[in-house]
C-alpha cells in the first residue's frame, strides 16, 4: 500500500532551487532512507512534507488524499508524525509527563483540561509501555531537560512512536551521540521498527545507520534526486559516489 507519494516536489527561493521537481515515496512497512551531501535539501523535503514549509511546485499525496494545504497539525491528526534535528520535548516535564502528552494526544477528550481518572490511568499505562521501549524507565521521574542528548533523541522517539503514526518521518535521529550511543540507537530503531510495523522515511548523515535500517535509499544533490533503490546497488552507483566523494570508483 502506498502511504506517501510526492511528484515533482518544489521549493524555490528566488533563483535558488533547494528543492528540484523530486519524486519520492513510501509504501505501508517500508522504511526509506533520504541521504545526501550538506545542501542537498534532504531537511527542506522534511518540510515540505510535514507541512512545515509551502512547496513552490508538485504535490505531495498521504494515504491516497492531497495534502499539500494541511498543517503539520492536520497532518499529524491523519498519522503522519516526526520528530527534529534539534529535539522538541518539555523540558520541565518528567520523561513520564512527555509521553503521555503524545499518548492523550491521540484520545477524542485530548483538550479537556482535566483528564478523567480512567484516561490518567490508561495513559499512563501506555507511555510507561514506550519508555521501557526505549530502555528509560530507570529515567522516567527524571525531567527531560536534565536527560542526555543521547537519552532526549530516545525519549522524543518515543512520544512520537506513542502516537501510532502511519508514517514516521525521523530526522537525523542519531545527531550529536557517539559512536556507541549511534549503535546502540540502531540496535534499538531496528527493533522498534520491526514490532511497530510503521513506516519511516529518514534523513540520517551517518551512514552506518542508514545502511543499518533502510530497506531503500532515496539520495538528493543540489536539490534533485539521483538516486533511489536499495542498499547495495546505491552504495554501487557511480552518481553517488561522485556525489560524496568526488569521484567514481571502479
Known sequence: MRLLECVGLTKRWGALAAVDAVDLNVDAGEVVALIGPNGAGKSTVFNLIAG??????????????????????????????????????FPKLTVLENVRLAVQARESTRLNPV?????????????????????????????????????????????????????????????????????????????????SKVAVLLVEHDLEVVFGVADRIVVLEQGRKIADGPPESVRADPAVQRAYLGVAHA
Open 52 to 89: 512545515a514549509l509551502r512547496k513552490t511546485a508538485g504535490s505531495v499525496t498521504f494515504l491516497g488524499e492531497v495534502v499539500d494545504e494541511l498543517s503539520d497539525f492536520d497532518l499529524a491528526r491523519r498519522g503522519l508524525s516526526r520528530t527534529y534535528q534539534i529535539t522538541s520535548l
Open 115 to 195: 483528564p478523567s481518572k480512567t484516561l490518567r490511568a490508561t495513559t499512563k499505562i501506555e507511555a510507561e509501555e514506550w519508555i521501557e521501549r526505549v530502555s528509560l524507565t530507570e529515567q522516567s521521574w527524571r525531567l527531560a531537560g536534565v536527560l542526555s542528548h543521547g537519552d532526549q533523541r530516545l525519549l522524543e522517539i518515543a512520544c512520537a512512536l506513542a502516537l501510532k503514526p502511519k508514517l514516521l518521518l525521523l530526522d537525523e535521529p542519531t545527531q550529536g551521540m557517539s559512536v556507541e550511543e549511534t549503535r546502540s540507537t540502531v540496535r534499538l530503531l531496528k527493533t522498534l521498527l520491526n514490532d
